[in-house]
């Protein structure tokens, strides 16, 4: 016991101690709350002075904000306000600009209308210099050739000495062009100095001899002297190149062919004329190349463009049936009907025939007008000054806007200002008539020097057409083919030929009708995968299955009764479709030997034409 009080004591003493501590610690813990809120407080007035201090720099900052803002608003009004002024300086540029290029540009064509009238004023000094004794020349030359004059001469109203003097005046004025002494010899011929006229003609073909040749034949047949103008028309005609024919042919080409200049001078040109083809290349018929489309001479293409030709749907049943046969048909039968088209052509150009234009015409038109243009013809110094002038002119004109003048100088070109070759002359004269200003006397002379190439060519083409006319064809129609005469006495009637096709279908379709049996590996194969089907899958499947192998199974057992019931519709479906293949077959037939038999006679009627053609070329002959 004692030492169990002992005990409790010694307990007692050592909880007061611990007691007493915890009482302070309760006030120590109480003062902690009081100093945390009293911190709290003031970090909260920390907090709400720096917020006021914010504030006002928040205020300020507005203000400042504010005030950029309207810095802004009053620069984008400045930038606005100096765009438009750029705006404005850059039209103002453009305008200056604009009126910078105009000044330039008119200033240059002021510089080329100010080079131009100097040029020209040049130019004009020296034309009246060089050339101003020449158009006194011209107007002596067209006196002294008009058949007035020829007869104030003869009857004394015109003294020959004065005559003389003005002939001679103009030779010293003008040594270097051959009008002067051209116009000396025919005042010679007034006053029948030979000798001295032939010595004028000779000065006169030393400085151009195909203008002072066609002068005297011209003059001579104006002053009635048809054999002396035969004879120098020979010489002129002798001096041309004819690969460069000067639109002076034309007009004496159309007063040669009316008979103007005599008949000696129109044989000479068609002598000429003739030697001329003969020498060309591009309208003879040298060395044959093809009778085709392609190949062959210009004349012949001519001719070739001439033809009929077979249009698509013509002989339609014909060409079904020949197979690759029909091109060399098509082609050769196109090739016969050249010379009929060739004279229809010519038939069509000279409505009138020869009778109507191969007459006498002698009015004088055609050498007057062919003298007049001689005379007034510029030499190539004279033309190239001129040129130049003109170009000058249209500068000033144009106020020196140089693609303008150009336009104009294009435009003033005259169509016929180059030369142009016989050969040429002669191809526009018979086939582009309205390409060549020529008359119809004139274009028959042309056709007259191509004659006999043309026939040449157009027996060519019936030649070749002969080669391709087949002695037999073959047609063929729904795989039965038969072999056919193309000679109208060979070929036999249609009946026999077509009964025999038909007779060949039928025979083809009972054949393929007697091949239509039961097939009874089909039907054995049906039964046997039906029943299969049907005994060894269907019970042993599911539902969705089960339908799929029913339906298969069933058809199996269709297919099988199809197969064994069938063969009557088989058999009538053959034999319908061989009816009408039968048909169609026999209707085709029928077409093709009708249209074989005319496209054959065609084809010789065409061939037959040719003595018609030349026919046509002995008209004239005997003219």
Known sequence: MPDEHACEGDNDQAHAPQAAMTSGDVMKDGLEPDSALHRLSERIEGVEEGQERHEGELDGFGEGLHGVRADVVRLSSEVAHAREEIAGLESAVTDTRQTLDAFIEQYGRDR??????????????????????RKQTRALARGLVHTLTAQAVYRNVVNTAT?????????????????????????????????????????????????????????CSRLGDETEAAAWMDLYLQSLDPDELGQDFLVVLDAIASRELGEKALGYTQQAMAGWNRGGTSLSTGT???????????????????????????????????????????????????PDRTLAHIERMFPDGVAGIDTPVNSGGHVESALERLIDQLEPDEADMRERMRRLERVVEHRGDLEAVGRAHESSLAPDAAPVAFMTLLDQAIFEPDEVRLGQPARLMALRAIWPGLEDAAQRFVTASQDRLPRHITLSVAGWSCTVATDPQLMVEPGPLVDELAAHIEQQTKVQSDAVVRRWPR?????????????????????????????????????????????????????????????????????????????????????????????????????
């Open 112 to 133: 080329e209308v100010s080079k131009a009238q100097a040029e020209l004023s040049r130019l004009t000094t020296d034309w009246h210099a060089n050339f101003a004794q």
């Open 523 to 623: 039907v054995v194969a049906a039964l046997v995968m039906g029943a299969f089907t049907g005994a060894l899958v269907v019970p042993f499947v599911d539902d969705a299955s089960r339908w799929i192998f029913a339906l298969l199974t069933i058809g199996m057992f269709t297919w099988m009764i199809w197969e064994i019931w069938s063969v009557p519709l088989r058999k009538r479906h053959v034999i319908d479709q061989g009816n009408r293949l039968r048909q169609e077959a026999v209707t085709t037939l029928a077409k093709a030997l009708r249209q074989c038999e005319d496209l054959f006679e065609d084809w010789r009627e065409a061939m037959e034409q040719l003595p018609f053609l030349s026919q046509w070329e002995g008209n004239y002959k005997q003219d």
């Open 288 to 338: 044959y190349t093809s009778p085709d489309m392609g190949g062959g001479t210009h004349l012949e293409s001519r001719l070739l463009n001439l033809r009929s030709c077979i249009a698509e749907n013509q002989y339609a049943a014909l060409r079904e049936t020949c197979g690759e046969q029909w091109e060399a048909l098509r082609g050769g039968w196109e090739l016969a009907t050249v």
């Open 163 to 219: 005559v003389r003097a003005c002939s001679e005046e103009r030779l010293l004025l003008e040594p270097t062009y051959w009008l002067a002494p051209a116009t000396m010899a025919v005042a010679a011929r007034f006053r029948n100095e030979d000798e001295q006229g032939e010595r004028a003609q000779a000065h006169a073909c030393t400085l151009d001899a195909a203008k002072a040749n066609l002068f005297f034949a011209l003059t």
